[in-house]
C-alpha cells in the first residue's frame, strides 16, 4: 500500500527554520516525482517545491526560493523540505505528494497521484 507520511512542523518565530520530513512506504519514492504543497486557512492549496525523478532537477515558488531547499535520501525513502528564514505568510499545513509519471516535476497538484496527510506549520511571534 502506497502511504506517504510528513512529519516536522510546529510552531516557530519568524525568521526561524524547519525540516518538513516525507517517509515513503509502499514504493520507491526516487522513482516518483515528490511535491511539497500547502494550504492555509481561506486559500487555495499552492506548490511550493518539487524535485523530480528523471534527473532530480528542483522546482520552486518564487514566494519560497532563496529560503526553501528540497532534497531527497533515497536510502531513506525520505524528501526533506528545509525551511529557512520563515514568514508568517508561510503558515499552513504542508502535504507532501508524489506523482508516479517519469518526467520533471510541476507544480501543480493534479499531476499528483498520491498525497500524505499533512502537518501543520505555524510561523507567529
Known amino acids: 500500500q502506497l502511504q506517504l507520511v510528513e512529519s516536522g512542523g510546529g510552531l516557530v518565530q519568524p525568521g526561524g527554520s524547519l525540516r518538513l520530513s516525507c517517509v515513503a512506504s509502499?514504493?520507491?519514492?526516487?522513482?516518483?516525482?515528490i511535491g511539497w504543497f500547502r494550504q492555509a486557512p481561506g486559500k487555495e492549496r499552492e506548490g511550493v517545491s518539487c524535485?523530480?525523478?528523471?534527473?532530480?532537477?528542483?522546482n520552486y515558488a518564487n514566494s519560497v526560493k532563496g529560503r526553501f531547499t528540497i532534497s531527497r535520501d533515497n536510502a531513506k525513502n525520505t524528501v526533506y523540505l528545509r525551511m529557512n528564514s520563515l514568514k508568517p505568510e508561510d503558515t499552513g499545513i504542508y502535504y507532501c505528494?508524489?506523482?508516479?509519471?517519469?518526467?520533471?516535476?510541476?507544480?501543480?497538484?493534479?499531476?499528483?497521484?498520491?498525497w500524505g496527510q499533512g502537518t501543520q506549520v505555524t510561523v507567529s511571534s
Open positions: 505528494a508524489a506523482d508516479r509519471a517519469f518526467r520533471i516535476c510541476v507544480l501543480k497538484g493534479q499531476a499528483y497521484d498520491y
Open positions: 509502499g514504493f520507491t519514492s526516487d522513482y516518483y516525482a
Open positions: 524535485i523530480s525523478s528523471s534527473d532530480g532537477s528542483t
